[in-house]
């Protein structure tokens, strides 16, 4: 069964770079039938989308977000990574990282959905 | 993009069915069947429910069930039990590979 695990720091201070690094384990980060994402949930509200990263290092993201986000992979570890600059205090969120299922390659349907999901880190911006 | 609006709570007695409403527009909800639905218990992995409006995924109970009119997808969950209390979330594809998520369903059983 696949599993995606975050790892990061749990605290960082206004104005610097959140970094945040899921790996993937009993499955290929390779597989063409997925892309990778990020998706944060702040305190009390609901979940956002931050955005989306192909093996190939495609990368689609959030336009509200754009400005400050990078994603990257690195396929002979397994991983992406997940880096938010000039942080403030509305980016304290628990942090997602999931696999969303892009094409069916048995029935050659799109499917776009988030089928698997890592357990979370929290994330709080203080100083 | 905005998130898609759902209620912000629904209850229901054990047996009993409840549907959850998610709202968008033409641009996400209306224009693809790219809709999911999403359980989440606090401090834990949501939980895919339902892919491609009404698909449920294997191991999901058929109490689960997914539908779509227009710019709105609905989640019915019939013969309510204890352990659907939960949150829930819908998502929509809404082009150029971008995603976006409702505002959460707080599932309350009486």
């Known amino acids: 069964q696949l599993q995606l695990q975050e790892s990061g720091p749990g605290l960082v201070e206004p104005s610097e770079t959140l970094s945040l690094t899921c790996t993937v384990s009993?499955?290929?980060?390779?597989?063409?039938?997925?892309?990778w994402a990020w998706i944060r949930q702040p305190p009390g509200k609901g979940l956002e989308w931050i955005g989306s990263?192909?093996?190939?290092?495609?990368?689609y993201y959030n336009p509200s977000l754009k400005s400050r986000v990078t994603m990257s992979v690195d396929t002979s570890q397994n991983q992406f990574s997940l880096n938010l600059n000039s942080v403030t205090a509305a980016d304290t969120a628990v942090y997602y990282c999931?696999?969303?299922?892009?094409?069916?390659?048995?029935?050659?349907?799109?499917?776009?959905?988030?089928?698997?999901w890592g357990q979370g880190t929290t994330v709080t911006v203080f100083s | 993009q905005s998130a898609l609006t759902q209620p912000r709570s629904v209850s229901g007695s054990p047996g009993q069915s409840v549907t959850i409403s998610c709202t968008g527009t033409?641009?996400?909800?209306?224009?693809?069947?790219?809709v999911s639905w999403y359980q989440h218990h606090p401090g834990k992995a949501p939980k895919l429910m339902i892919f491609?409006?009404?698909k449920r995924p294997s191991g999901v109970p058929d109490r689960f069930s997914g539908s779509k009119s227009g710019n709105t997808a609905s989640l019915t969950i019939s013969g309510l039990q204890a352990e659907d209390e939960s949150d829930y979330y819908c998502?929509?594809?809404?082009?150029?590979?971008?995603?976006?998520f409702g505002t959460g369903t707080k599932v309350t059983v009486l």
């Open positions: 999931a696999r969303l299922f892009y094409y069916d390659s048995t029935t050659y349907s799109r499917v776009d959905t988030f089928d698997m």
């Open positions: 009993s499955g290929s980060i390779s597989s063409s039938s997925y892309y």
């Open positions: 990263i192909y093996y190939s290092g495609s990368t």
């Open positions: 033409s641009s996400d909800v209306g224009d693809y069947n790219f």
């Open positions: 491609g409006v009404s």
């Open positions: 998502s929509s594809y809404a082009g150029n590979y971008i995603h976006v």
